[in-house]
């Protein structure tokens, strides 16, 4: 079973950023997209998954899109976040931690 999870960090004042709309969303070899699942995120910033993942599943890239226009209360430069990524291996984690802000991000890869 493969996992994916994320850690959505407030960089203006620090705090876990819950409460933000993310959607993943597959993308077939022809370009198709289709949602694999939306969530929120937890008071704590955090969104977890657990998949079975099929050979297809492994072949296709995805997305995972953070609306953090609706989560900040201020206007905002950046409206929402989209990281695309594979899933090759059915066993892994793959976990996308984010530091959101209303005029960035950064994003790293967390083995």
């Known amino acids: 079973m493969a996992t994916l999870s994320s850690h959505l960090l407030n960089s203006v004042n620090g705090t876990h950023a819950s ?12 370009g198709a997209k289709k949602i694999f699942f939306e969530t929120v995120s937890d008071e704590g910033g955090r969104i977890s998954e ?24 201020v206007k905002t430069v950046v409206k929402e976040v989209t990281i695309k990524f594979k899933m090759e291996d059915p066993k892994k984690k793959y976990h996308l931690p984010i530091i959101i802000s209303p005029n960035g991000y950064s994003i790293w890869w967390s083995k």
Request: negative net charge; contains cysteine; hydrophobic residues 35%.
């Open 19 to 30: 409460g933000v709309k993310v959607i993943i969303n597959q993308i077939n070899s022809s």
């Open 50 to 73: 657990n998949f079975e993942l099929s050979d297809d599943d492994c072949a296709c890239d995805y997305e995972m899109i953070c609306k953090i226009a609706d989560y900040f209360s």
